[in-house]
C-alpha cells in the first residue's frame, strides 16, 4: 500500500496565502525526492518544486521567490507554502514521491486551489 494524500487546498483571493501538505504511507519517506506538480484545465501537467531527502529545495520558475517546499520526515509529510498567489496559480496541484526513476514514483489524488482577481 501506497499512499499520498494533499491537503490544504482551497479559495484564496490574489495577494493571499495558502499552505499544502502531502502525506505519505507505504514508503520509506525518508529515502524519496518529493515533488509539487500542478495542472490547470487544458494544460498539461507543470513542475512546481521539488525537495531532496537531504532538504535541497529547486522550484519551477514561474513560483520561484512566492513558494517554499519543506519537509518533516519524522510526520512523513511534504509541504508547500504558497505566498503571493496569482489567477494563474489556479489548478489542481499534486504530490509526487520519487526514488531514482519512474519505477519508484507515485501521485497523490490531488487539491484544488482556485485564486480569484
Not at 14 to 36: E, K, V
Not at 80 to 90: C, G, V, Y
Request: proline fraction near 3%.
Amino acid at each position: 500500500q501506497v499512499k499520498l494524500v494533499e491537503s490544504g487546498g482551497g479559495l484564496v483571493q490574489a495577494g493571499g496565502s495558502l499552505r499544502l501538505s502531502c502525506t505519505a504511507s507505504g514508503i520509506g519517506f525518508s529515502a524519496y525526492t518529493m515533488r509539487w506538480h500542478r495542472q490547470a484545465p487544458g494544460k498539461q501537467r507543470e513542475f512546481i518544486a521539488s525537495i531532496s531527502r537531504g532538504g535541497s529545495p529547486n522550484y519551477g520558475d514561474s513560483v520561484k521567490g512566492r513558494f517554499t517546499i519543506s519537509r518533516d520526515n519524522a510526520k512523513n509529510t511534504v509541504y508547500l507554502q504558497m505566498d503571493s498567489l496569482k489567477p494563474e496559480d489556479t489548478a489542481v496541484y499534486y504530490c509526487n514521491a520519487n526514488f531514482l526513476s519512474s519505477r519508484n514514483e507515485y501521485w497523490g489524488q490531488g487539491t484544488q486551489v482556485t485564486v480569484s482577481s
